[in-house]
């Protein structure tokens, strides 16, 4: 009896570590109800349902670990896609806070009508807030779950968003970020070893550069998704080249701030 008991516990540990290797590199668990509702919100632009096969919205939520009254921030939201698939998720009890970066005004305003004004884009969503100023001086009028942003990070990096400061803006993020919240990133990934050639030429960034950046604001690396990859992906090609635009390798990397002690 001792020896059976024995040997489930071994077996019992060898598949919770296996579990938690497979956590780290992937994410497998079914979409939450509540995600589900949020997809299906009937408000959702068709523009915006005609992308959730590629953008994979269901499991970049439950990767991001936002959940009903999560506090958010969507970095660099562009035309809200992820912002209002999170004002569903999070309900009446959450608040999402979509960070609108002054150094793109001009380029936003271009595709926009007229007077249009960048803080009511989400006027149909009364726990959503436009935050808008430079991207330096990035802040949150209150403590965060989640930071989340896809497809931008390696636009910090470009002349059009100068002066952006990278370091500046991760170490913003950690101090806006409650103990224990997450920094949630995704975007298009640059052939290994390649740092920051392509940022401004292929808008790609190499995994690893970006990991060691966020890493130096005292972050921890806690998951990686491989649910947005293509292998078909040479990684050489303008990630709006029409041959690959919207099926792009895209790498999605899930950072802690540490809970205090």
Do not use: C, W
Not at 81 to 99: E, P, S, W
Not at 204 to 211: F, G, H, P, S
């Amino acid at each position: 009896m001792k020896r059976t008991t024995l040997l489930a516990a071994a077996l019992t540990a060898a598949l919770l570590g296996t579990a938690a290797i497979a956590a780290h590199g992937t994410h497998s668990a079914a979409t939450p109800a509540y995600v589900t509702a949020a997809l299906a919100d009937p408000g959702r632009p068709k523009d915006d349902t005609d992308l959730d096969a590629d953008r994979k919205p269901g499991e970049t939520v439950a990767f991001a670990g936002i959940k009903p009254g999560s506090k958010v921030m969507d970095l660099v939201q562009g035309r809200g896609y992820f912002t209002r698939i999170f004002a569903k998720v999070v309900g009446g009890k959450g608040y999402v806070y979509a960070f609108a970066p002054s150094e793109l005004d001009a380029m936003v305003l271009k595709r926009l009508p007229p007077g249009t004004d960048l803080k009511k884009q989400f006027y149909n969503y009364s726990n959503v807030a436009v935050l808008h100023g430079p991207v330096n001086n990035l802040a949150a009028p209150e403590s965060l779950d989640v930071v989340f942003t896809a497809q931008n990070y390696h636009d910090f990096h470009d002349p059009f968003f100068a002066p952006a400061d990278v370091a500046l803006i991760n170490k913003a993020i950690y101090a806006a970020l409650k103990p224990g919240g997450y920094y949630v990133l995704i975007d298009h990934s640059a052939p290994a070893g390649s740092g920051l050639a392509a940022t401004n030429t292929t808008h790609r960034i190499d995994e690893e550069t970006l990991k060691k950046e966020v890493l130096a604001a005292g972050f921890k690396l806690v998951a990686e998704g491989s649910f947005l990859r293509n292998p078909a992906d040479p990684r050489d090609k303008l990630v709006f080249d029409p041959s690959i635009r919207h099926h792009t390798d895209q790498f999605i990397l899930k950072f802690q701030k540490p809970r205090a002690h």
